[in-house]
């Protein structure tokens, strides 16, 4: 997952807008997915603890939701990244950061049957490895503990897991409690009764990325957050619902924002889906919000569609961590993704 609001700013014209309700715009194709800009988005904050966060929100004039009652997520202790053996291969930017980007994933290209059924081994792998995940959710588990679980699995399967050293983010996996949106780093907070639990899951085989997520409520959740698990489940499924070859790609954001607003919560706009493959993040950005983006999907072209609602504000800030993404009003965060084959008929999900 990218957020497209980030230090790297576009040098590429942006279309027209849509006539449609709070717009996302959509950059040229050869854009890199993080440097994408998109209407109506605030710059995000970079915080340096809760109660700096706390001080931001009152200077704002932001006050914590009603549904956000709860005590904010408390970080845990950062510990080591787990090994990964030296037989497995990993991904070109472990050896040489510099190749996150380039010509490569700068670009929409079909697959080959030889890449797609690469992929196919990739994607079943993610899906067996957010089963696992399902199975480990309990109150007192860490999210260390999970993150040394799920590592343990893909290796033990042959795959590296992509997260680990992509851009510096210190684990195997990304796994986000409650408020946080995105990009939570394991550590030793036990998860509690109650908590939102999103599990994002990339990992490489066989030259191929593959990018799965799923939320779950732990333990006894309330009504509101199943409901929300619930909706954004519906959002990605009616998304996908969608795709085929030749249908534009702004229809994917219309499907999610048709679940989102009848069910009253937000969407992070700035969240978006990309192009996958042999690179981790590419072409096509996509957009899970009303949008302008006309460009026609394309048969054999491979992307995830990765939703995240929210129960109150979708404005985000990040936390001193410099990965981790949360609510600006401390409402929770729900997300599911996957990784899309477009094919003539329909699309294929890969995991």
């Known amino acids: 997952m990218e957020l497209v609001a980030s230090p790297w700013r576009s040098t ?5 807008l849509s006539r449609t309700p709070a717009p996302c715009v959509v950059r040229s194709s050869l854009a890199w997915t993080v440097e994408a800009i998109t209407a109506r988005v605030a710059t995000p904050l970079l915080v340096t603890g809760i109660a700096a966060v706390a001080t931001r929100r009152r200077e704002r004039g932001i006050t914590r939701s009603a549904c956000a009652a709860r005590a904010p997520v408390q970080k845990g202790q950062v510990l080591p990244a787990q090994l990964v053996p030296e037989s497995i291969q990993a991904p070109p930017y472990v050896a040489d950061p510099e190749k996150v980007r380039g010509w490569w994933n700068a670009q929409i290209v079909p697959k080959s049957e030889e890449e797609i059924e690469a992929m196919r081994a990739a994607g079943r792998l993610a899906h067996s490895a957010l089963d696992l ?6 109150p007192g588990l860490t999210t260390e503990e999970m993150d040394k679980e799920l590592h343990t699995f ?3 399967h042959g795959a590296y897991p992509s997260d680990l050293q992509y851009k510096g983010f210190p684990k195997s996996v990304m796994i ?3 408020e946080v949106i995105c ?3 394991p550590d030793t907070r036990p998860l509690e009764d109650g908590d939102l639990v999103n599990v994002d899951v990339t990992l490489y085989l066989g030259g191929f990325h593959a990018d799965t997520a799923r939320s779950w409520m732990c333990g006894q959740g309330d009504e509101t957050g199943q409901r929300l698990v619930s909706a954004t489940r519906e959002a990605l499924d009616a998304a996908v619902a969608v795709c085929a070859a030749g249908t534009p790609l702004k229809a994917i954001g219309t499907a999610v924002a048709t679940v989102a607003e009848r069910e009253k919560f937000g969407i992070v706009k700035t969240l978006v889906g990309h192009g996958i493959g042999e690179f981790f993040h590419g072409v096509p950005q996509i957009f899970h919000c009303r949008n302008s983006d006309n460009r026609k999907m394309q048969e054999g072209t491979t992307f995830t569609i990765e939703p995240v609602l929210t129960e109150g504000s979708a404005e ?3 936390w001193d961590d410099g990965w981790t993404v949360a609510t600006e009003d401390a409402g929770r965060a729900a997300q599911f993704e996957h990784t899309v084959l477009i094919t003539a008929e329909g699309c294929e999900v890969l995991t």
Do not use: K, V, Y
Request: hydrophobic residues 45%; glycine residues 4%; contains cysteine.
């Open 12 to 16: 590429f014209p942006l279309p027209p």
């Open 133 to 138: 995940a399902e199975e480990l959710i309990r």
């Open 154 to 156: 893909i290796c033990d």
């Open 176 to 178: 986000s409690i409650n």
């Open 183 to 185: 990009h939570g780093i």
């Open 316 to 318: 985000w800030i990040t």
